[in-house]
């Protein structure tokens, strides 16, 4: 059978400051994706990293008094502690600064250069140094940033360009005809309601600061930020070397709703001048607070390594992955992660796992018992569900899926009392739930890799495939070890 390969990108973070909670929750939802393929046995592939060129680094870089290769280096230890702390599984961490990106980049110069889709001219526009991005006069508000409320600055320059409006066409055409290339629908829809204006020629040089990728025909002019940012998806692949072909294009970009455009109009039209093709892109929501956006000038960001510190990496995926709906806008609370982790992780989850174990170390002598999984708890299990749910990405569905089979489990316990039982009856009741935990384990693991872990090693089991999600393969006779709690309540309200 031909193995199914997965390749999967979160967008490469600014390092202008420390991660916040957004980063982690792209992070977690990509890793999340990836580890299911996995489970599925395909062949997967994950990137992630960091953007360090642009005018902004450069500007904050000076102002803590560093080369900015130094203020990135530094900077990127956090982003990459970030991934350590939340168990992002990744395969690649691409840094622009690197000389294998470069090449990368130079490359697709070439290639749209030699298609003749590149000219010198000069370029006069609002521009917002946050974003690295010119803004028309219409999409201006206010004459601010429309992202970030502030005034824009108005450059001119000397610029190579893109001839991007070319594609405009090409764009639509692909965009109505492979409507699962940009989810959700949404997304899609807005993309296509702004190429129904006239798509301008994209400015791709600049040489109003030096902190980027030199053109090789003229050293004065580094490349724009995102042309240079966007190709990383290609270098992580080992382009321009021919191995990139078998994983190029992505199945998976994974972004914000807020890089749309950037990830299909201005990369798909430089890939299609390059003759390449096209990834897929699917975009996330934003996490706000209860009292509106997440800021640092409003000093209200979220520290996500010191969340996982404070309630475990586990507990804080369970919280984001549980609570926003995929490709939709959540809001992040604290009291509702003590919430979900007293009342579904702890009280449910947690103490399943604690009386099974218990009971079987105390009944059958600490190993599994021999007899076939009760009907009545194999029917609870909506794997159907479960798989359709993760197949359309419905990750918040797919897990509450889960916890309800956990639900149904703790239900079981209490109706057959196992510790009024004997014998063969107690052993039926006792090998169901036991089996049903090993289940659980494997279906938890994209989510929550430690708990996954924990529960199958505790079961004397490897985590294994999703095609083990079927009853009575735990063997008879392996021992078990109960080991530590898995979730322990939190007692104090905030
Ligand atoms: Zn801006």
Redesign the pocket.
């Known amino acids: 059978m031909r193995c199914l390969k997965f390749f999967i990108t979160t967008a490469i973070d600014y390092p202008s400051s420390k991660p916040h909670l957004g980063h982690a929750y792209e992070k977690i939802c990509a890793d999340t994706i990836a580890r299911w393929h996995r489970l599925l046995g395909h062949k997967v592939y994950f990137s992630t990293g960091l953007d360090e060129h642009g005018k902004k680094i450069e500007r904050i870089a000076k102002k803590n008094d560093k080369p900015p290769q130094q203020f990135v280096e530094e900077m990127s230890v956090h982003f990459r502690s970030l991934c350590r702390v939340l168990s992002i599984s990744f395969d690649d961490f691409v840094r622009t600064t690197e000389v294998r990106h470069e090449k990368a980049v130079l490359e697709i110069f070439q290639r749209i250069d030699e298609k003749g889709d590149v000219y010198n001219s000069l370029y006069e526009g609002s521009y ?1 140094v ?2 690295e ?1 010119y803004y028309s006069r219409e999409e201006l508000v206010e004459n601010n ?1 429309p ?2 409320e ?1 005034p824009v600055e108005l450059v001119k320059e000397d610029s190579y360009f893109f001839r991007m409006g070319k594609y405009q066409k090409q764009l639509i055409d692909f965009l109505e005809k492979n409507p699962s290339h940009l989810l959700p629908k949404e997304r899609r829809n807005e993309i296509l309601e702004r190429l129904k204006v006239p798509l301008n020629d994209l400015s791709i040089s600049r040489t109003t600061f030096g902190w980027g990728i030199r053109l090789p025909n003229n050293k004065k002019h580094i490349f724009y930020v995102w042309v240079d940012a966007l190709t990383n998806y290609l270098t992580t692949v080992g382009f321009p070397k021919k191995r990139f072909e078998q994983w190029w294009p992505a199945d998976m970009h994974l972004i914000g709703r807020d890089i749309v455009w950037h990830h299909t109009v201005i990369w798909w039209s430089l890939l299609m001048s390059a003759g390449l093709p096209l990834p897929k892109v699917f975009s996330h929501g934003f996490i706000n607070l209860a009292s509106g956006k997440m800021s640092k000038s409003k000093g209200n960001v979220v520290d996500p390594i010191a969340l996982s510190e404070k309630y475990g990496s586990d507990v804080v995926r369970y919280f984001l992955l549980r609570e926003i709906p995929f490709g939709e806008d959540g809001v992040f609370d604290e009291q509702k992660i003590i919430e979900r982790n007293n009342f579904e992780l702890a009280n449910e989850l947690g103490n399943l796992h604690y009386r099974v174990l218990s009971l079987i170390e105390k009944n059958c002598a600490g190993t599994i018992p021999s007899a076939a999984t009760d009907n009545v708890l194999t029917k609870k299990l909506e794997l159907e569900a479960f798989r359709s749910n993760m197949e359309k990405y419905q990750l918040h569905f797919a897990l509450a899926t889960v916890m309800a089979f956990v639900k149904e489990c703790n239900k079981y316990v209490n109706e057959k009392e196992p510790w009024k039982l004997s014998g063969a009856a107690q052993e039926k009741v006792l090998y169901s739930l036991a089996d049903s935990l090993r289940i659980i384990a494997i279906l938890l693991s994209p989510f929550l890799p430690k708990t996954g872990e924990k529960i199958s090693s505790s079961l004397g089991v490897k985590t294994a495939s999703f095609k083990d999600v079927k009853f009575d393969l735990l063997p008879a006779r392996t021992k078990v070890s109960k080991g530590e709690i898995l979730f322990k309540k939190i007692e104090d309200r905030l």
């Open positions: 917002c946050e974003c991005t940033c992202v970030h502030k």
